[in-house]
C-alpha cells in the first residue's frame, strides 16, 4: 500500500507539471510569435514482484509479475508549426513563413533568435537602426545590426519576401541598398533555450544556425512585410488538455484518500 501512495503522488506531481505547462501556453495565446508546449512522460523503474509465475497447475505463465512506480516528466517540447498571420500595415512589423528565425542582437552582445517580428525604427551611435522593442537590433546576413543610411528616408523603406530591403525613389522605382534580414534555421528547434522577451538561444541540442541566405540545401522562408505571425495556441485544445489533467490529478488524489483508508483500517486491526 505504502508503494502505491507514492505511484499516485508522482502521478499528482506531474500533472501540476503539465497544467503549469497548459496554463503558460493560455497565458501567450497573444503573444507574437509564440510556439505551444506540451509536456511529455515517462514511466518510472518497474518493481519485480516476481520473475516466474505459475499458474494452479504449477505451469509456467509466459509473464513474471511487475509493478511500476509512477511517472514523471521526461521533457516538454515546443511545437514549432506555423501562426496564423495578423496584418497591422506597420511598415516594420515582419511575419516568417517557414521554419526560419530573425537574428538579433542582445543586449549582452550574443545573438538571440526570435520568431516575434515586431520591430520599428531605433536612433543609435551609428544611425537608424530597426530594433525590437527592448532595443535589439535585427540582424543582417553578414551578422551586423541592420542600419539605415541619412541618405534614405525610412518611410520609403520596404522589405521582399526574400528579406532585400528596398528604397522607393521619387520616381516610384524599388532600388535595393544592399542589405538583406538574415533568416536562419536550426535542425532541431525544440532543443532552443527560451529566454525572457521571446528570445531563443543556440544549444548544443539545437545544433548550428543555418543561414538561409547561404544554405541551398535549406527550404527558404518567405517574409510578410505589414503582418505579425500569432501563436499557434489553439484554445479549445488546451481547455481540453486542461480538464483531462485535472482529471488525472484528481483520480490520483483519489488513490492517496483510498489508500489511507485502508491503512486506517489495517491499524484498526486487532
Excluded: C
Aim: a negative charge; glycine letters at 10%.
Amino acid at each position: 500500500m505504502m508503494r502505491s501512495l507514492w505511484t499516485a503522488a508522482s502521478g499528482m506531481t506531474t500533472q501540476q507539471t503539465n497544467v503549469d505547462v497548459i496554463s503558460n501556453n493560455l497565458a501567450n495565446i497573444n503573444t507574437t510569435g509564440y510556439k505551444k508546449e506540451t509536456a511529455e512522460f515517462k514511466s518510472l523503474f518497474y518493481q519485480t514482484i516476481q520473475e516466474n509465475s505459475y499458474d494452479n497447475n504449477g505451469n509456467p505463465k509466459p509473464t513474471g509479475i511487475q509493478v511500476g512506480l509512477g511517472v514523471r516528466n521526461s521533457a516538454v517540447t515546443s511545437q514549432y508549426t506555423q501562426g496564423t498571420l495578423v496584418q497591422t500595415n506597420n511598415d516594420f512589423d515582419f511575419a516568417i513563413e517557414g521554419k526560419g528565425f530573425f537574428m538579433v542582437r542582445t543586449q549582452d552582445g550574443s545573438i538571440g533568435y526570435t520568431r516575434n517580428g515586431s520591430f520599428g525604427l531605433a536612433n543609435g551611435i551609428e544611425g537608424v537602426t530597426i530594433a525590437d522593442s527592448d532595443g535589439n537590433p535585427l540582424l543582417d546576413t553578414t551578422g551586423s545590426p541592420i542600419v539605415i543610411d541619412e541618405v534614405y528616408n525610412p518611410s520609403r523603406i520596404s522589405v521582399n519576401e526574400y528579406g532585400e530591403l528596398l528604397y522607393t525613389d521619387d520616381d516610384n522605382a524599388q532600388i535595393s541598398i544592399g542589405i538583406t534580414v538574415a533568416l536562419v534555421q536550426f535542425n532541431n528547434p525544440g532543443g532552443l533555450k527560451k529566454e525572457s522577451g521571446s528570445i531563443l538561444k543556440e544549444t548544443d541540442a539545437s545544433g548550428l544556425p543555418r543561414l538561409e541566405h547561404d544554405d541551398y540545401t535549406l527550404e527558404k522562408s518567405k517574409i510578410r512585410q505589414g503582418y505579425l505571425e500569432g501563436s499557434n495556441v489553439e484554445a479549445v485544445d488546451e481547455i481540453v488538455n486542461l480538464i483531462v489533467a485535472q482529471r488525472a490529478y484528481e483520480m490520483n488524489s483519489k488513490i492517496i484518500t483510498a489508500v489511507d483508508q485502508m491503512l486506517q483500517q489495517a491499524n484498526n486491526l486487532r
